[in-house]
């Protein structure tokens, strides 16, 4: 029982290290032109039991106020015990590099003389028009107390005493102690005695910008990735999507297109519209109107309040019966713009007729999915990555306020971006999509190459009235009405205007005021609800259609 507790003893009093201390400890520092610090330390200990050896711990790793870390690049060079090489091992722990010095199966008593030389690369960072080495030469790591401490910082050429501004401070951590540091010899020196144990040397150095040359912007950009693995995070997420759009988002290839003189069988005028650009735009809200009217199933009429006015004040929408086929889009829209009614202006449709368009485009997204021209519902697809790279840039605001890391938000802000860049791109469409829109595609060709003066004369005004919603949803209104200058002489059945005379052109500008007048009507919400949602597929009349 007592040899065990002395056992116990003697192992409690060696971790204590009972009467051992650092007899001298000199710290050399040469800061080099090409920015790396070569450093050798000599540490002179005293053992008074029998020791394998010392363990001398470096940081390396820092965290900066934007919240990036920042590891310092350690190369050892030499370890030396009474200036023989002697066997050491280095790994990291916690935030430092730790170098265990000694033979493992030899035991050291009395005085011994480690040397330790190494270079590190980033110790050096610029400030203004100078460069800072900011180190803690002697670190307050140590157990032990250390009698003497010395501090020696050599230059790159040409730099003298006036170049250079240094502090030092000694001490435990946070002390404003001094540190004296003289120029000597081109050298600047500072030495201090009777340090304990936790205390340590940090000095400050910073010397013109001009006298180092630091790593350049991508070895710093490498590093960077290296030590915040959070910051590629948007490159992963890049990969990814780009794997998932290729996968799930990209469609098959278009193929040749030919003009086609007629729209591919089952795709109405809003129908080519999504499918073109894979939305539900004002102008396919506006060509369904188009395309009821010239299937009779709706009459469109200016309205005049001024006698001198140059342009209509309003538009009215008069219910017409038809045995005519409409699409399921088409039906709904009838109803949502007359409602039963005998009649309805235009006007009168403004806030009523809000409510109702997101019903109306998800009935567009819906018809030509469950037709099997999307792989899923288009608007589905899309809100989903949508409502990922928002959810993703509000973490990023999270992270960055709460965490008080920047670039971890930076990183996820950065990565919510990319999945919103890939959403309008997401939807696919299926091989008998990709066969309709080539119809379209052709479609559009045609409108923009037709020669209509080679029609016959009684089928003008019939291939006339045809293509004209599906060129308002294309984009084409104004190029498809002047092919017709000169050749139709009197407006269609289904439009009343003001004037007994007809111009296909200025009809085109007509048309494109209705449009205008439906898109506000269907984009103007109530005051109540002013602020919130918009229109689902975009602004404006850009849409992603063609222009004449």
């Known amino acids: 029982m007592k040899c065990s507790v002395a056992i116990l003893l003697l192992v409690f009093a060696s971790f204590l290290g009972v009467g051992e201390q650092i007899l001298d400890y000199l710290v050399r520092a040469e800061i080099g032109e090409d920015g790396v610090v070569a450093l050798t330390e000599e540490i002179r200990v005293r053992f008074d039991v029998a020791r394998r050896g010392i363990f001398r711990e470096i940081p390396i790793w820092y965290r900066l106020p934007t919240g990036e870390s920042y590891r310092l690049r350690i190369t050892v060079d030499e370890v030396l015990a009474d200036r023989a090489a002697v066997p050491h091992r280095q790994y990291t722990e916690g935030r430092n590099l730790v170098l265990r010095i000694g033979d493992p199966d030899r035991t050291v008593r009395g005085e011994v003389l480690y040397t330790i030389r190494y270079r590190v690369a980033r110790a050096l960072r610029r400030y203004d028009q100078e460069v800072e080495l900011y180190w803690n030469a002697i670190g307050m790591d140590w157990a032990m107390p250390i009698a003497r401490a010395r501090v020696e910082i050599e230059f790159p050429p040409g730099l003298g005493a006036t170049d250079v501004r240094a ?40 010397v013109p910008e001009h006298a180092v040359r630091l790593p350049g912007a991508w070895q710093g950009f490498v590093w960077f990735l290296q030590d915040n693995l ?23 290839e278009v193929g040749t297109v030919a003009p086609e003189f007629k729209a591919p069988g089952g ?12 939305r539900a735009d004002p102008r396919d809200f506006a060509g369904g109107i188009l395309s ?15 006698d001198k006015g140059r ?8 219910a017409t019966e038809s045995k005519a086929p409409v699409t399921p889009y088409e039906m709904a829209l009838r109803e949502a713009l007359l409602g039963g009614a005998e009649s309805r202006k235009i006007s009168d449709l403004k806030y009523k007729l809000y409510e109702k368009m997101p019903g109306l485009s998800a009935r567009l997204y819906m018809d030509l999915s469950e037709d099997g021209y999307y792989l899923a519902n288009p608007d589905h697809v899309r809100g989903a990555y949508y409502g990922l790279g928002i959810g993703a840039i509000v973490l990023a605001g999270i992270l960055a306020f709460f965490a008080q890391s920047l670039y971890l938000g930076l990183a996820i802000g950065v990565s919510g971006l990319i999945v919103l860049a890939f959403a309008p791109f997401m939807p696919k469409r299926t091989g008998n999509g990709i066969e309709a829109l080539r119809g379209v595609l ?15 004369f009684a089928a003008r005004e019939r291939h006339f009235d045809e293509l004209l919603p599906y060129a308002m949803t294309l984009g084409l209104t104004d190029l498809w009405t002047k092919k017709f200058d000169g050749l139709l002489t ?35 919400a109530p005051r109540s609800v002013q602020g919130g949602r918009g229109w689902s597929g975009g602004s404006g009349f850009g849409g992603g259609g063609f222009s004449g």
């Open 167 to 206: 502090v030092g401070f000694r001490g435990p951590l946070g002390s404003t102690d001094p540190f004296t540091l003289d120029w000597e010899e081109a050298l600047l020196r500072g030495e201090t005695t009777g340090l304990r144990p936790g205390d340590g040397v940090t000095i400050a150095v910073r």
């Open 230 to 252: 959070y910051a590629g995070i948007p490159i992963v997420v890049f990969l990814g999507m780009f794997l998932v759009w290729w996968k799930r988002g990209r469609d098959p």
């Open 267 to 278: 795709i109405g005028p809003a129908e080519a519209g999504v499918l073109l650009d894979n």
């Open 292 to 306: 009821l009217a010239t299937k009779g199933h709706l009459r469109i009429r200016e309205v005049w309040t001024d």
């Open 311 to 318: 342009e209509p004040d309003d538009f009215e929408l008069v």
């Open 442 to 456: 052709g479609l559009v060709e045609y409108i923009r190459r037709a020669e209509v003066d080679r029609i016959e």
């Open 490 to 524: 009197k407006a269609p059945d289904w439009y009343q205007g003001r004037f007994p005379t007809f111009a296909p052109h200025w009809f085109g500008m007509r048309l494109l005021m209705l449009q205008s007048s439906a898109y506000s009507a269907a984009t103007t």
